[in-house]
C-alpha cells in the first residue's frame, strides 16, 4: 500500500472515530442536548425569517462554537474525574473553568442571536 493510500484510509478513520465521538457525545450528555435543540430552533428561526448569508455564517459559527466547547468540557470533567474521583478542591477548580468557557461561548452565542434577530422583529 502506498504512502498516499496510508494517509487517506487515516484520515477516513479518523473520521469515524469523530463522527462515533460526537454521536456518543449527543446520545449521553444532556447538556449538549439541549444546546443541539436550540441550534435546531435557530435554525428553523433563520429560514423563516430568511437571514442573509453571512448571519447564516455566523449563526453557524456561534452554534458549533456552543456545541464544540461543551464537548471540550466533557472530555475535562471525565478526564478530571478519572484521575481523582473524589472531591478535590483542584479538580473542581480546573472542572470550574472548562464550565466557563462554555458560558462565554455560550453568551457569544446569545450576543450575536440577538444582532442577527432583533432588526427582524422590531
Known amino acids: 500500500m502506498s504512502k498516499a493510500s496510508r494517509f487517506i484510509i487515516g484520515r477516513l478513520r479518523g473520521c469515524g472515530y469523530a463522527t462515533k465521538g460526537a454521536l456518543l457525545l449527543l446520545k449521553t450528555e444532556a447538556s449538549i442536548q439541549v444546546q443541539a435543540g436550540i441550534g435546531i430552533l ?19 459559527f456561534a452554534i458549533g462554537l456552543v456545541m464544540s466547547m461543551e464537548g471540550l468540557n466533557t472530555a475535562i470533567e471525565a478526564i478530571a474525574d478519572f484521575i481523582h474521583p473524589d472531591f478535590h478542591n483542584k479538580i473542581g477548580f480546573i472542572k470550574d ?7 462565554i461561548a455560550a453568551i457569544t452565542a446569545v450576543i450575536i442571536g440577538f444582532i442577527i434577530y432583533i432588526p427582524y422583529i422590531l
Open 42 to 60: 435557530m435554525t428553523i428561526a433563520g429560514f423563516y425569517m430568511k437571514i442573509s448569508a453571512t448571519e447564516w455564517v455566523l449563526q453557524t
Open 97 to 103: 473553568i472548562a464550565a466557563g468557557a462554555v458560558f
